[in-house]
């Protein structure tokens, strides 16, 4: 019985020595792995962060190209951790919800541990309770026997037990003795076939150790389960905290700096929009010269149709003085003749008519399916990488100008992040422009006349260097710079413009 005590656990301090011997085998076994574990599920993490905040850059590159390239990146950081809080959340909800699990667990194990060692308990007490019994009454049969022996009765102690008289005869003595033994033996029997049984709570009681056993070392796996999903939980608190934490930094850093950034819209904008009325003004004098021409064509047609309609009058009037003479057969041939070579100058000036209102110095060249002349100014292999007109704010990120959005006023080509490809000229034309611009880096402005009685105008941006320089004729398809990131740009690509009457229009209606 007394190894059975040993093994007996207080259940006061059952919690404190799981709580012990978890600490010990996560802070020594467990440690050095954790490390490594935790060091590198950073860098992964770090990795991962990267990628996205590199992702968020690309997309931010066209929805908010005229900032630059650190306020990109900080509003690319804010939409991630934004991005991110969601479903660090849940991560904790759930994480939660493993720790509610795993202290329901425990506490299950708890109450089946408690309830096994009261089993236990009451069999080892039963057990310890039946065994005094036996003994005592194996040594009171053993005392009657003895006295019965010797003395041929039983002694005093025994009789007064018995209710044997002191002045009892021998007789009555052993009579009493034997019904004494008798008496024993039975109860002695009863308790041996309780001996027997038990035997059997004894198995029982062996079964019920090793149970307890078990449900403890279930209760040690139970706790070591709770305090990583305890662990796991603080982990994706502090997760979601920093998240919180970090968006609301840079949120505040980047209103901080909202009153410059609005300003350098403005002035983008502004510049913008200089460029497009400077560009409107020379198209409005060329559309003018184009006027003046088609106009003095005119003039000089009627002039011309005028001394035809003149020769033909003189024409007719000989040919009826020749036929009211009938004289003179000379004179009706030349006034034929006349009349033919009038005609023939008739014809002259229609001509000379039909093409006097059309544009010189570039107009489009044929061929085009659109009609407008103009070819790609993208070398082969290059793909549209953001389209034309209104841009609104990216969800999550500051409205800088206060419109809700911006126009973009071209469309974008993309190279696979690479500089130095070709750019031609969309069309045969004037260079009016050819040099910085400003948010626009390096840039050329080329006039292709009037086309289908429209001026039209392209714009390229962003190059890395020009290859024409201003006034001078380009021919459709030759190389006029080279593709760049110059200006307001944080990556290699060209921003191609085409300005019909002063207004950009989509290039793709053109194309």
């Known amino acids: 019985m007394a190894e059975r005590q040993s093994c007996v656990w207080p259940r006061a301090v059952l919690s404190g020595a799981l ?29 991962e962060q990267k990628n996205r905040i590199e992702g968020k850059i690309d997309g931010l590159e066209t929805d908010l190209e005229f900032l630059d390239k650190d306020i990109q990146e900080t509003a690319a950081e804010l939409q991630d951790y ?71 009765g039983v002694s005093s102690n025994l009789s007064l037990m018995l209710d044997a008289g002191e002045k009892g005869n021998l007789a009555d003595g052993l009579d009493l003795a034997g019904q004494a033994l008798r008496s024993q033996n039975a109860v002695l029997s009863d308790l041996s076939q309780k001996a027997a049984t038990e035997r059997n709570a004894e198995a029982r009681l062996e079964a019920v150790e090793q149970e307890i056993r078990d ?75 184009v006027e003046e021409r088609r106009r003095k064509a005119e003039e000089e047609a ?21 036929e009211r003479e009938r004289a003179n057969q000379e004179k009706q041939r030349q006034a034929e003749q006349a009349e033919r070579e009038a ?50 704010t990216p969800a999550g990120t500051i409205d800088y100008g206060g419109a809700g959005g911006y126009v973009h006023a071209g469309i974008d080509y993309g190279f696979g992040g690479a500089c130095g490809r070709p750019v031609y000229a969309a069309a045969s034309g004037e260079v009016w422009f050819a040099g910085w611009g400003g948010g626009s880096g390096n840039k050329v402005t080329v006039s292709h006349g009037v086309v289908r009685g429209s001026a039209l105008a392209t714009n390229y941006h962003h190059m890395s260097s020009i290859a024409v320089g201003n006034g001078q004729n380009v021919s ?16 290699c690509h060209l921003h191609f413009e085409t300005i019909l009457n002063g207004q950009a229009v989509n290039p793709l209606g053109l194309l």
């Open 19 to 47: 709580a012990a011997a978890l600490a010990v085998g996560l802070g020594v076994a467990g440690a050095a792995a954790d490390e490594l574990d935790d060091l590198k599920q950073q860098i992964e993490d770090q990795g």
């Open 82 to 152: 934004q991005s991110r809080l969601p479903g660090a959340r849940q991560a904790l909800a759930e994480a939660e919800g493993r720790v509610q699990s795993a202290a329901q667990e425990v506490a299950s194990l708890g109450q089946r541990v408690s309830a096994a060692e009261q089993t236990r308990d009451d069999l080892t007490r039963d057990l310890e309770q039946d065994q005094e019994k036996i003994d005592e009454t194996r040594e009171v049969i053993g005392q009657i026997a003895t006295q019965a022996y010797k003395r041929g």
């Open 215 to 289: 449900l403890k070392a279930e209760a040690e796996a139970a706790l070591a389960r709770e305090q990583t999903a305890r662990d796991d939980a603080a982990a994706k608190k502090r997760e979601v905290d920093n998240l919180i934490s970090e968006a609301a930094s840079l949120s505040r850093q980047l209103e901080a700096k909202r009153p410059e950034i609005k300003n350098q819209i403005a002035q983008h904008e502004e510049q913008q929009q200089q460029v497009i009325s400077n560009i409107a003004e020379r198209q409005e004098e060329l559309k003018r010269e």
């Open 302 to 322: 009627r002039r011309k149709a005028e001394a035809a309609r003149e020769a033909r009058e003189a024409a007719r009037e000989a040919r009826e003085a020749a």
């Open 343 to 392: 005609a023939d100058a008739e014809r002259e000036a229609a001509r000379e008519s039909s093409s006097g209102g059309s544009s010189n110095s570039g107009s489009a060249s044929s061929g085009s399916s659109s009609g407008w002349g103009l070819r790609s100014p993208a070398a082969a292999g290059a793909y549209l990488t953001s389209g034309f007109g209104w841009r609104p």
């Open 476 to 491: 459709k398809g030759q190389v006029i710079g080279y593709v760049g990131t110059t200006g307001n740009s944080t990556g």
